[in-house]
């Protein structure tokens, strides 16, 4: 199950922990995930939806703080049931249909003045008429994330819940669908918790809501719920995976894989559990790469069921310090991003969002995007695999999170597990990052091995890393090093370093060295500083563009002088909300270490980066 020559189960008491975290069932209610919506039949639920701001979750609770969904008789008060008065004298104390509305997908922060600051339980209402295209099909509701937690509401009854704001979830409604009047509602909590994941204080803004698309997906009773095919690195003309059939049929039936241009069409059998192994070879194909991202045409054909994916092929592995894309070394010219939209502020969530983001990319000269600190849009995904641009994705993971509660780490698994059934037939996903700058004790590098272990058995054909942090190399302060047990595990060493920021000014940068033991691929995973667009001065004052540009000029020199070097990804490509930035007229709640204005405007150290990833081959 896991490659025991990587992890070791520790000696101490912390082995019961150990095997506890072994058991953990996912803490959601959900169906398994259904993948690549994007070629599936669905009806969209986007649009106006009806709220009500619930902070004392008035509808989820009676008075003695009883959940109305486990009395026996809920009630007309608990706001799932969606009631209305049946006589002038009934007494209902809320109405959907007369209260205020947001626009979905979106984030209430951005949409309503008096929600900006908002966290809390806010309820969402929306009503549709649906038959299916054929009565035996399946019907799944599902949406394409909810910030933080969703309690999902159908024709008043549970459908379930699903905790994690950035990965998507569904629920299977055929038996509770009707053809007039469905009532849907959600109670959505982006309350910050401890024991979350992420925890209580991060340096983004807390988003809350519908924030990505919501839509109806229809298939057959027996359908093709999953399936990945991936390049064997270790033989660069075989393809494996696996198809997985959901319904009464799925044992002992013939699967038909079809690739056209690669004259693939081969029928496979799924074994009695609905699935089938996948592997064939192919001489002449065209892998996915930066320069030439080819993606096929792939189409599964079962009894009842087809499905369609443009799905690349390529190899990514590491030979020492080498990253070795396709077999051949790869340097990731790479910028951060957040998932905030350049075009309207808020949340991103659209096609346009990603490709405003991927193009600033591109224009900067990258062939690498790190896309922190949680999963972004599908979009984002598509399009970089379209586009030819590698991806960096993260679960949110980040800094200093429960590493002893179970529970967290069932979150943690639950959205890692997400992500990657999600993007894992997109080439252009080459890194799968465990967590961001996480504090070394025992307990945290269990929890990340362990992730790391559940990440390599669900998708062997990537690289494993972490945003980790660097510290002095046997107290030498001039001199850094990565001092980490985590380090050991990851297939790529990343690290965020400031020196210049948070620590001296940027000539600092000059006197430092670097002794990197681990014989790894380095990577970069931040870096940079602060600036106000528009505001100038001399090179030491804070906040300056040039400031900026000095800094990124001397950090780049330094970068450069380690052996390992193989990426970077400068923190960020556009400023960004933050609740932790208050300093008036420069911060003004914006992270300002953006290359770019939140008003689109370029930097000057965005050049500087522009100009050395140009110089480089
Ligand atoms: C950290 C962190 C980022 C944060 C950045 C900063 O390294 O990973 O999330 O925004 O530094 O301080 O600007």
């Given at each position: 199950m896991f490659p025991t020559s990587k992890i070791k189960p520790p000696g101490n008491g912390s082995l019961?922990?150990?095997?506890?975290?072994?058991?953990?069932?996912?803490?959601?209610?959900?169906?398994?995930?259904?993948i690549n919506t994007y070629n599936r039949p669905s009806t969209s639920l986007n649009g106006v939806w009806n709220y009500i701001v619930d902070p004392y979750e008035n509808g989820f609770y009676n008075y003695r703080l009883e959940a109305f969904e486990d009395q026996e008789d809920p009630g007309q008060n608990a706001f799932f049931t969606n009631a209305k008065p049946s006589s002038p004298s009934d007494l209902i104390e809320y109405d959907f249909d007369l209260a205020d509305s947001l626009l979905?997908?979106?984030?209430?922060?951005?949409?309503?003045?008096?929600?900006?600051?908002?966290?809390?339980?806010?309820?969402?209402?929306?009503?549709?008429?649906?038959?299916?295209?054929?009565?035996?099909?399946?019907?799944?509701?599902?949406?394409?994330?909810?910030?933080?937690?969703?309690?999902?509401?159908?024709?008043?009854?549970?459908?379930?819940?699903?905790?994690?704001?950035?990965?998507?979830?569904?629920?299977?409604?055929?038996?509770?669908?009707?053809?007039?009047?469905?009532?849907?509602?959600?109670?959505?909590?982006?309350?910050?918790?401890?024991?979350?994941?992420?925890?209580?204080?991060?340096?983004?803004?807390?988003?809350?809501?519908?924030?990505?698309?919501?839509?109806?997906?229809?298939?057959?009773?027996?359908?093709?719920?999953?399936?990945?095919?991936?390049?064997?690195?270790?033989?660069?003309?075989?393809?494996?995976?696996?198809?997985?059939l959901n319904g009464p049929a799925s044992g002992n039936h013939p699967l038909r894989l079809q690739i056209p241009e690669?004259?693939?069409?081969?029928?496979?059998?799924?074994?009695?559990?609905?699935?089938?192994?996948?592997?064939?070879?192919?001489?002449?194909?065209?892998?996915?790469?930066?320069?030439?991202?080819?993606?096929?045409?792939?189409?599964?054909?079962?009894?009842?069921?087809?499905?369609?994916?443009?799905?690349?092929?390529?190899?990514?592995?590491?030979?020492e310090d080498d990253i070795l894309l396709n077999g051949e070394p790869v340097f990731l010219k790479g910028i951060s991003i957040h998932e905030e939209s350049p075009v309207r502020g808020g949340r991103g969530n659209s096609m346009e969002d990603?490709?405003?983001?991927?193009?600033?990319?591109?224009?900067?000269?990258?062939?690498?995007?790190?896309l922190?600190?949680?999963?972004?849009?599908?979009?984002?995904?598509?399009?970089?695999?379209?586009?030819?641009?590698?991806?960096?994705?993260?679960?949110?993971?980040?800094?200093?999170?429960?590493?002893?509660?179970?529970?967290?780490?069932?979150?943690?698994?639950?959205?890692?597990?997400?992500?990657?059934?999600?993007?894992?037939?997109?080439?252009?996903?080459?890194?799968?990052?465990?967590?961001?700058?996480?504090?070394?004790?025992?307990?945290?590098?269990?929890?990340?091995?362990?992730?790391?272990?559940?990440?390599?058995t669900k998708d062997p054909s990537r690289l494993i890393?972490?945003?980790?942090?660097?510290?002095?190399?046997?107290?030498?302060?001039?001199?850094?090093?990565?001092?980490?047990?985590?380090?050991?595990?990851?297939?790529i060493l990343s690290f965020n370093q400031y020196i210049g920021w948070y620590d001296g000014l940027p000539e600092k940068a000059q006197n430092i060295s670097w002794v990197i033991e681990q014989n790894k691929p380095v990577l970069i995973s931040e870096f940079g500083g602060g600036a106000k667009q528009g505001l100038h001065g001399d090179k030491n004052t804070r906040w300056t563009e040039e400031y900026q540009e000095y800094l990124y000029e001397e950090s780049l020199k330094m970068l450069s002088s380690i052996k390992g070097l193989r990426g970077m990804s400068p923190w960020i490509l556009v400023d960004f909300r933050s609740p932790r930035r208050m300093l008036p007229k420069i911060q003004d709640g914006w992270n300002r270490k953006g290359l770019i204005s939140d008003d689109g405007k370029k930097k000057k150290a965005f050049f500087v980066l522009q100009q050395f990833y140009n110089s480089k081959d």
């Amino acid at each position: 199950m896991f490659p025991t020559s990587k992890i070791k189960p520790p000696g101490n008491g912390s082995l019961f922990l150990w095997m506890l975290l072994l058991c953990i069932p996912v803490i959601n209610a959900q169906d398994s995930l259904l993948i690549n919506t994007y070629n599936r039949p669905s009806t969209s639920l986007n649009g106006v939806w009806n709220y009500i701001v619930d902070p004392y979750e008035n509808g989820f609770y009676n008075y003695r703080l009883e959940a109305f969904e486990d009395q026996e008789d809920p009630g007309q008060n608990a706001f799932f049931t969606n009631a209305k008065p049946s006589s002038p004298s009934d007494l209902i104390e809320y109405d959907f249909d007369l209260a205020d509305s947001l626009l979905v997908p979106g984030d209430w922060n951005t949409q309503k003045e008096k929600l900006f600051y908002y966290e809390g339980s806010l309820w969402y209402k929306t009503s549709f008429d649906y038959t299916p295209a054929n009565l035996t099909n399946r019907t799944f509701l599902y949406f394409g994330a909810v910030n933080y937690q969703a309690d999902v509401y159908l024709n008043g009854q549970k459908l379930g819940k699903h905790i994690g704001g950035f990965t998507p979830f569904n629920f299977e409604i055929t038996q509770i669908l009707r053809p007039r009047d469905n009532f849907l509602i959600l109670k959505v909590d982006n309350k910050r918790v401890k024991d979350g994941v992420p925890t209580l204080n991060t340096d983004w803004w807390n988003y809350g809501g519908l924030t990505r698309e919501v839509k109806l997906i229809e298939t057959t009773a027996t359908f093709i719920a999953d399936y990945f095919l991936y390049l064997d690195a270790a033989n660069l003309e075989q393809i494996k995976g696996y198809v997985q059939l959901n319904g009464p049929a799925s044992g002992n039936h013939p699967l038909r894989l079809q690739i056209p241009e690669l004259s693939v069409d081969t029928t496979f059998f799924t074994n009695n559990l609905g699935r089938t192994e996948i592997t064939f070879t192919s001489e002449n194909m065209a892998y996915w790469s930066v320069e030439d991202p080819k993606r096929y045409q792939v189409s599964f054909s079962s009894r009842e069921d087809q499905l369609t994916d443009q799905i690349g092929f390529r190899s990514i592995s590491t030979r020492e310090d080498d990253i070795l894309l396709n077999g051949e070394p790869v340097f990731l010219k790479g910028i951060s991003i957040h998932e905030e939209s350049p075009v309207r502020g808020g949340r991103g969530n659209s096609m346009e969002d990603a490709r405003q983001l991927l193009s600033w990319a591109k224009e900067l000269g990258c062939n690498f995007v790190r896309l922190a600190h949680y999963p972004h849009n599908e979009h984002m995904v598509r399009l970089a695999d379209e586009m030819g641009m590698l991806v960096w994705e993260e679960n949110p993971v980040y800094w200093t999170i429960s590493w002893d509660n179970p529970e967290t780490y069932a979150l943690a698994a639950n959205q890692l597990t997400e992500l990657i059934a999600r993007d894992k037939n997109r080439a252009c996903v080459i890194i799968w990052s465990m967590a961001n700058e996480t504090p070394t004790s025992e307990p945290r590098t269990e929890f990340l091995s362990k992730l790391a272990a559940l990440a390599r058995t669900k998708d062997p054909s990537r690289l494993i890393s972490a945003a980790l942090e660097q510290s002095a190399y046997q107290g030498e302060s001039n001199v850094r090093t990565i001092h980490d047990a985590f380090a050991e595990v990851v297939d790529i060493l990343s690290f965020n370093q400031y020196i210049g920021w948070y620590d001296g000014l940027p000539e600092k940068a000059q006197n430092i060295s670097w002794v990197i033991e681990q014989n790894k691929p380095v990577l970069i995973s931040e870096f940079g500083g602060g600036a106000k667009q528009g505001l100038h001065g001399d090179k030491n004052t804070r906040w300056t563009e040039e400031y900026q540009e000095y800094l990124y000029e001397e950090s780049l020199k330094m970068l450069s002088s380690i052996k390992g070097l193989r990426g970077m990804s400068p923190w960020i490509l556009v400023d960004f909300r933050s609740p932790r930035r208050m300093l008036p007229k420069i911060q003004d709640g914006w992270n300002r270490k953006g290359l770019i204005s939140d008003d689109g405007k370029k930097k000057k150290a965005f050049f500087v980066l522009q100009q050395f990833y140009n110089s480089k081959d």
